[in-house]
């Protein structure tokens, strides 16, 4: 069998293209466009160029995008102070905090600062938390968001499904296992300790590999008639991207599968303005 390719640029290319729209709708609704404003503390050129591209993609779709970058040095208090005012802001529907932060700042606390509603990145404990009761309205993280539509895209059966997630953070592996498990699949989540990864990866009609580690996943370990999803992004010396999946043993067995680059990767931007358009309009159907 040769797969088929999820096209993660023309499906997200449509996903911001049906957020212009909402946009648009809600901007004549309200008076203004939803807005969202991304926190950048560090002067990480990786972080500097992902925020850019937040700022810019949200401008493009009609929103009112900012990159707010404050100094390597700003402390965990005055972070946490500039969050409680974006908070207050009426005109912010979405708050981004741009990871990794600088050592000196908690995470957790970051994170933990945004107001629900505007966490639009679905990294605070009570989105996750809700994620995790399946009650529906959470705002979960951006890729696994993302992941879920790529498979909605290409038709594939969720409920009955057994699915394998390769990787349990908070960021990637563990919210897809619960969007996957609210569709009723059979969900089995892998990590760094399992035993036997390439039987339990073989049992799956749906494998989802996010560990970062390149060619992770072999052709062995991949069922006939799968979808696979490669999260995996590992960039190499010569600075080319490399997913955890070996694309063309994979290929040769999985009914769909992902490429990177061009799979995952473009969904997550897009499923962050789905995100953001979906807080703004939560927020006013709250008032
Ligand atoms: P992470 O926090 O490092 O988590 C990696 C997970 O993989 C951990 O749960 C780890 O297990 C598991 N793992 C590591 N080695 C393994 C192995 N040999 N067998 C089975 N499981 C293994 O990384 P992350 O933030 O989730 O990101 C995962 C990958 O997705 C990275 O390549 C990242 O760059 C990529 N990513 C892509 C996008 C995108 O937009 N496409 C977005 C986010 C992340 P333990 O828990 O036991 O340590």
């Known amino acids: 069998m040769a797969a088929k390719i999820l096209d993660g640029k023309a499906i997200a290319q449509k996903v911001r293209d049906e957020v212009r729209e909402g946009v648009a709708r809600f901007a004549a609704a309200h008076g203004r466009p939803p807005g969202l404003d991304v926190l950048l503390v ?4 990786a972080s500097v160029t992902h925020t850019r591209n937040k700022e ?3 401008n493009e779709v009609g929103m009112r995008g900012r990159l707010r970058a404050l100094p390597a040095e700003t402390t ?3 972070l946490l102070a500039f969050i409680a005012e974006l908070n207050a802001d009426e005109t912010v529907d979405g708050i981004l905090v741009q990871l990794p932060l600088p050592s000196h700042i908690r995470e957790h606390r970051a994170l933990g600062a945004v107001d629900p509603a505007k966490d639009v990145d679905g990294l605070h404990p009570v989105n996750a938390g809700l994620l995790a009761l399946g009650r529906p309205g959470a705002l979960a993280p951006c890729t696994p968001v993302g992941c879920m539509r790529l498979l909605a895209e290409a038709g594939v059966q969720i409920a009955g499904a057994r699915a394998v997630v ?3 953070s ?6 897809i296992a619960e969007l996957l498990l609210a569709q009723h699949a059979t969900v089995s989540i892998a990590h760094s300790r399992t035993r036997d990864l390439q039987a339990i990866c073989r049992e799956a009609d749906i494998l989802v590999a996010a560990a ?3 060619k992770l996943i072999g052709g062995d370990c991949i069922k006939e008639g799968a979808a696979v999803i490669d999260v995996g992004q590992t960039r190499n010396e010569a600075g080319k991207l490399a997913g955890d999946v070996d694309f063309d043993a994979a290929s040769a067995r999985a009914a769909w599968i992902t490429p990177v680059p061009g799979g995952v990767g ?3 931007i897009a499923s962050l303005l789905e995100n953001t358009l979906r807080a703004a309009e939560a927020r006013v159907a709250a008032r």
Do not use: C, H
């Open 170 to 175: 908070n960021l990637v592996g563990r919210p």
């Open 166 to 168: 390769v990787g349990r």
């Open 42 to 45: 560090s002067g990480d050129p």
């Open 76 to 78: 965990e208090a005055e």
């Open 266 to 268: 473009p969904m997550t």
């Open 56 to 58: 810019r993609m949200s």
């Open 212 to 214: 970062g580690k390149p």
